[in-house]
């Protein structure tokens, strides 16, 4: 069986890493997200590939993270996972309905988006390197 101690800590920073430069990203060219979007409502190929990747993101992320763990970041990252996939049924199952949704969010709020994903991005990668 491997070593997962650290697991918990390494996931924080690859989310965090992906959080922070998503954020810049989008800060550096505000609409990319929205454009983004835009695709996915457009392609079933698109929101079908977009939910099973998400699918297996959450699903890797919670099962690596153990929900019942002393370690608190672990139990959180577990929920994430938890959250990931469900959120991946959703997209696979009521994708007009759910990317509809998130295209009337990102226009007017871009700014604010791409700032919670910076501030989210160094939060975790903060909380994990404090765990190594």
Not at 109 to 126: A, H, N, R
Request: aromatic share 12%; proline share 5%; net charge negative.
């Amino acid at each position: 069986m491997p070593d997962l101690t650290l697991a918990p800590a390494w996931t924080a920073l690859f989310l965090g890493l992906f959080a922070l430069f998503a954020g810049i990203g989008e800060f550096r060219k505000p609409g990319h997200w929205q454009k983004l979007i835009e695709e996915i409502v457009a392609s079933p190929a698109l929101q079908l590939a977009t939910g099973l990747l998400e699918l297996f993101l959450g699903a890797v992320i919670y099962i690596i993270n153990p929900w019942a763990s002393p370690d608190w970041l672990s139990s959180v990252l577990s929920v994430i996972g938890g959250l990931m996939c469900i959120e991946a049924l959703a997209v696979l199952a009521f994708s007009d309905v759910y990317m509809a949704f998130w295209v009337r969010r990102f226009g007017p709020l871009s700014k604010l988006w791409c700032c919670c994903s910076i501030v989210i991005g160094l939060v975790l990668i903060g909380v994990s390197l404090l765990q190594f």
